[in-house]
């Protein structure tokens, strides 16, 4: 079952140099239980996508529903309530948790905002959760700095869990941590969602992780979505040349020295190209692409690329 | 082997605590080296003692012997003319190492002429050769643009060009790929890759990424809690790593277990953190070992030579030998 929709969304920022379409048109689902990844280099709107979904932007145009309800049209209270349904956990866990506050007074915070139970009992749902993700049953009167990196990163998911949320955005949310430390957390991750059925948007540059983590993966590019696929499907049968592109440039060790797979940079998001928007970087690309947006085109089950030239 | 760089039993102290405990290595000319370990590793204090850029109240010891001169010997004024001259740095971050207030040209020339006798024109001319070398288009138009007017991945071409200017012997690398999107990162790496052959210069990567290592390494140096643990040519060490940390780093990388899915079942996790480390007696690992004897805890393991290109820090390595001959088989 469909548990959030996206409909032509687009976040745009006003900036001095011409408005910025951070993200732009952009549609997607997430299914109940799905992990679906967006994954695509920084500037691309990921973040900024991730971000529209709960409301920490405002989206310019476009409709998100949650179970039904409109996110983009609420407000207040509204608003308040479908956020404890839709969680993030963040990149940073040095940056995301405040430096002066118990990890008692962190966890508890959202059960109080949300008026959920009295001080003992969001005390004991915090202890709990403290045990649930991996952390010494002492931690609760300890402040962030007494904790490691992947520590860190367990608070910040027991906060995003606390609520019971059905949807958690996940915004790179290993990229800062050691790989001994990243198993760790992934392997956290996926134990929460088969325990409390959780559905994640996994936003990240690191195909790798991708790979392990997610079953459906959307890329994106310049504020759109150029290529949505089931993960082992992405893998085998790319077929959009940027996401061909992205894989190729995994650095892979029976691929000892070989070329970049695209040359060139991202170009600003303040001026997109016209036409297709890759067609600056895709070496497939002709007069069409400068000219015309590509539509999604259907390459099969669960399989929609824009692109002119993709087979 | 000619041995451009002669690391020995080099130690970084502050205080009472030891973040690098008698690290030894060396690097030829045009060769790549990369020194892999996670955050707490001393990867980036051993590459800043190179540079001689520790702070002044860094305890050191050993030898750093750099075409025969001990770089810990010298002083202030003799390193200056060897930093930036015969050994350069990259950084992770080049919008921080670059200076937002200079264009990239005057921030080359201030190298070229700190180091060489030109005059304001040859500089100039050799910073438009040396953006040239490290492709970035139209290198006349853009060496009076500055930073910001730039993006990430032309930066650290920027960082690299500045680096190079004077043709140094040695180039160290920190984390200089990090920051940057896979499909930049592999073309910096390249570039890399085509300088050290085209300079002649010996390039130290220092990296966490294996998959970088194990793409364009010669050899490969795996720190943990500032030692050696483990050295060797990047396919065997791959193929067959024998430290436990090095088997466990690579179980749990996600990357080189191409079609591995979370339905599947759990990553191997190496349990515990790097801080489990500190104020431990003999083997740093020892807490998060998996096969760790009571003998661990007595004396810290001595690198052993396993074979002529490979050195391990491990007591138990015939053991060991055998354990990731079983693992690459069952894979």
Redesign the interface.
Known sequence: MSLLSVDRLSTHYPAAAGTVRAVDDVSLEILEGETVALVGESGCGKSTLGKSLMRLVDPTSGRVTFKGHDVAAMSGKELQAIRQHIQMIFQDPFASLNPRQTIRSILTAPLAVHGIGDRKSRDAIAASMIAHVGLPSDSLDRYPHEFSGGQRQRIGIARALILQPELVICDEPVSALDLSIQAQILNLLVEMKTELSLSYLFISHDLSVVRYFADRVLVMYLGRIVESAPTARLWSDAKHPYTQALLAAVPDPSRRKQAAPITGDLPSPHNPPSGCRFHTRCPLATDICRSDDPAYRQMGSGHTVACHHAQ | MTGLLDVRDFSVGFGSAQPVKGVSFTAAAGEMLAVVG??GSGKSLTALGLMGLLPRHAKTAGEILFDGRDLLKLREREMRSIRGHDIAMIFQEPMTSLNPVLTIGNQIVEVLRIHEKLSGKQARQRAIDLLDLVSIPEAAKRIDDYPHQL????RQRVMIAIAVACNPRLLIADEATTAL???????V??LL?RLRSQLNMAVILIT?????V???ADRVVVMYAGRKIEQGL?DAL?ETPYHPYTQ??LA???????????RDG??????G???SATGEQGCSFRP?CPVARAACGQSVPALVAVSASREVACPYVPVLAERAHVASVGR
């Open positions: 996670e955050s993006s990430g991945g032309m999107d896979v499909t930049i990162q592999a073309q790496l390249q890759d966490h990424d294996l998959g970088i194990a793409q364009w990047p791959f466990g780093l749990a990388s996600p990357r080189l277990k191409a079609d591995y899915h979370y759990p990553l191997t996790e190496i349990r953190s790097i801080v998060r």
